[in-house]
């Protein structure tokens, strides 16, 4: 078991995060932002399986066959876009993406940022969470909407940098507010 550096891992992670949520206006998000990750259902299986330079969720899925670790967390933290899946609601009982609010997208896009930081290191590049995110997106279940505004972020991250990426968070949590 490596408790010092799954700590020290996941605590670089979520510093990242609220500093990232801090510059989009999510203050409350940013402070709060994967807590669940010290429980001991998460933190356990986390030092367990811990390796540095991935998720400890990997491993864990590898060895047992799925992460308990991942079922906890992805079902207490609305910024993944596995929360938002649910029955389409047209009632054919086919699983969709539902639509994340604004503030949910913003926060998965800081969330990837800080993840491509803290495993790739020096070799992070403003495109590093574009990459990552394209390696699967085909499989992802996600809301049409929510599709084009995560990429959109994650595209001009790539392309014009981190901020001008949090200047497009801002906008879209501004679009959504007027909206309502």
Known sequence: ????????????????VM????ACGLYEQGLAHDLSKYSPTEFIPG?????????PNEAERAARGYSSAWLHH?????????????????GDHAMAGMRMPARYVAEMVCDRIAASKNYKGDKYTDAAAWEYYDRSRDHYILHPETRKELENCLLILRDEGEDRAFAEARRMLREQKKNR
């Open 1 to 16: 078991m490596n408790i010092k550096g799954h700590f020290e891992t996941i605590t670089r992670h979520k510093l990242l």
């Open 19 to 22: 500093k990232y949520c801090f």
């Open 47 to 55: 030092c367990i399986y811990y390796q540095g330079d991935h998720s």
């Open 74 to 90: 992805k079902g207490r933290n609305k910024h993944h876009l596995e929360y938002w899946i649910d029955y389409a609601p047209d």
